[in-house]
């Protein structure tokens, strides 16, 4: 069982920056990758990837973030960080962390942090 505690979300004005974080603890904890999701307000909104890092070190961004967030991790895989700077109103979002599980490919959530971008 994986346990993912976020912090750093907050209200921040268009523009400006925010950095998350997330703290990994569990038996067992054997991460493939670490990332962040955001689930934006509003119907009929999915789910969608924001970034993630591997064990390996390669990192992947959504097209919106690209040149505007940078996603790191600490070498124990124990942390995940999104550092988001030039933030816009359309970021306003509740951001989860997430880890999959090397082998099972099993996903866990955090419970999300509130970034609110005002413009």
């Known amino acids: 069982q994986v346990q993912l505690v976020e912090s750093g979300g907050g209200l921040v004005q268009s523009g400006g920056s925010l950095r998350l974080s997330c703290v990994a603890s569990g038996s067992g904890f054997n991460p493939l990758s670490m990332g962040w999701y955001r689930q934006s307000p509003g119907p009929g909104k999915q789910r969608e990837l924001v970034a993630a890092i591997s064990r390996y070190g390669n990192t992947d961004y959504a097209d919106f973030v690209k040149g505007r967030f940078t996603i790191s991790r600490d070498n124990a895989m124990t942390t995940v960080y999104l550092q988001m700077s030039s933030l816009k109103p359309e970021d306003t979002a509740v951001y989860l962390c997430?880890?999959?599980?090397?082998?099972?490919?099993?996903?866990?959530w955090g419970q999300g942090t509130q970034v609110t971008v005002s413009s």
């Open positions: 997430n880890v999959r599980s090397l082998g099972s490919g099993h996903d866990s």
